[in-house]
């Protein structure tokens, strides 16, 4: 499980978000599970500074890689950090 810090001042509504980029609906709080094609099972949580992502890959490897673009673009927006900003959070663990 992946925790991704969320920017201070950031104040994004994480359940909106899911909903606007995978169309799943349900409380983020409490915890949501869901798939999405070419990333795989996705069990997500919210919690006040931090977004828990847990994601197990699918058996078959799509070739679609506009996937990657919009998962990426969903952390922008939720956690308020680009890719670069997000990967220096992991090298400080």
């Given at each position: 499980?992946?925790?991704?810090r969320i920017k201070r001042g950031h104040d994004?509504?994480?359940?909106?978000?899911?909903?606007?980029?995978?169309?799943?609906?349900?409380?983020?709080?409490?915890?949501?599970?869901?798939?999405?094609?070419?990333?795989?099972?996705?069990?997500?949580?919210?919690?006040?500074?931090?977004?828990?992502?847990?994601?197990?890959?699918?058996?078959?490897?799509?070739?679609?890689?506009?996937?990657?673009?919009?998962?990426?673009?969903?952390?922008?927006?939720?956690?308020?950090?680009?890719?670069?900003?997000?990967?220096?959070?992991?090298?400080?663990?």
């Amino acid at each position: 499980m992946r925790e991704y810090r969320i920017k201070r001042g950031h104040d994004a509504d994480v359940g909106v978000l899911v909903s606007e980029y995978f169309g799943v609906k349900g409380d983020i709080y409490k915890g949501i599970n869901f798939e999405v094609d070419g990333i795989g099972k996705i069990d997500m949580r919210c919690e006040k500074s931090a977004l828990f992502i847990d994601i197990e890959p699918p058996k078959k490897v799509s070739g679609d890689y506009s996937v990657i673009k919009k998962w990426n673009e969903f952390l922008l927006e939720a956690t308020g950090k680009t890719t670069k900003e997000r990967k220096k959070d992991f090298g400080k663990r």
